[in-house]
């Protein structure tokens, strides 16, 4: 059977983001095409489905590292902030994002949340991951 550590990354978001879609637990808010992503960055997002993909992202990443904290999560899309002369420093992805995809990915069974430890994937999660990695190998 294929898993998430068979298939390229890049595809596997993809084909997830695409599902995540059907999902009505995993909506978008009304301020996600005003917001930027973490305190590094200038602009928001260029795609008009950036929340798809960065769920499908996370959800990859706690099936991979999991479980993660909130905390752990947003460094894990931390960027160097551009301070003009002055050396760049790393600075986390925004949190509001985070905590919020998660607790829409908790929703619809797809993590858990253990107390002291952060978010783990769910035996539902797996299995649909497991899937889009196997419709992705299959279009390969």
Not at 14 to 21: H, I, N, P, Y
Request: glycine content about 6%; charged content about 30%; cysteine-free.
């Amino acid at each position: 059977m294929t898993t998430v550590y068979d298939v390229l990354a890049e595809k596997l978001i993809e084909q997830t983001a695409d599902e995540l879609k059907t999902y009505e637990d995993i909506v978008p808010p009304t301020w996600a095409p005003f917001v930027k992503t973490g305190v590094a960055k200038e602009l928001p997002p260029d795609r008009p489905d950036w929340w798809y993909v960065r769920a499908a992202s996370m959800l990859r990443k706690v099936y991979l590292k999991g479980p993660l904290g909130t905390r752990r999560i947003k460094n894990e899309y931390s960027q160097k902030k551009n301070r003009g002369a002055k050396a760049e420093h790393p600075r986390p992805g925004s949190g509001s994002i985070t905590r919020k995809i998660l607790q829409q990915l908790e929703n619809a069974k797809l993590v858990k949340n253990i107390p002291g430890k952060g978010r783990q994937i769910t035996s539902f999660g797996m299995s649909f991951l497991d899937k889009q990695a196997y419709i992705v190998e299959q279009n390969r």
